[in-house]
């Protein structure tokens, strides 16, 4: 079963950090693109990093500098290090993985790719 569990969520002060993690099931985990989304209130999910199983990445542009994608193939582990936090980075933060190509990846949107069930991330002015 392909399954997908973030954490690390929660309510910083703006400039503050989080580490965001989402553990993948084997299955889950073989596919060779994952990123993280985001999805405020009121608006679409939108992509906001992206790794494929080489290592190379790709960021949004509102993130570029602030915050770093990761992957911990030992462990089956995907991480989002969240810096420099804004008011507007608040959202609830998704993890997914999809068969894709790393440039398609952060237009990747359900029914397509596999996904968690998002940790929320409120970053307070």
């Known amino acids: ?15 503050g950090s989080l580490r965001l993690s989402c ?16 999805q405020s209130r ?16 790709r960021y949004a542009d509102f993130v570029k500098g602030r915050f770093t994608i990761s992957r911990d193939n030992a462990k089956n582990t995907l991480y989002l290090e969240m810096n420099s936090l804004k008011p507007e980075d608040t959202g609830k933060y998704y993890c997914a993985a999809d068969w894709g190509t790393l440039a398609s990846m952060l237009q990747t949107r359900p029914p397509f790719g596999t996904w968690g069930r998002g940790t929320q991330v409120t970053v307070s002015s």
């Open 42 to 57: 009121g608006n679409e999910r939108e992509g906001v990093a992206a790794i494929d199983r080489h290592g190379s990445v």
């Open 1 to 15: 079963q392909e399954e997908l569990v973030e954490s690390g969520g929660g309510t910083v002060q703006a400039g």
């Open 23 to 38: 553990v993948a099931s084997d299955s889950a985990y073989k596919k060779p693109c994952m990123g993280w989304f985001r």
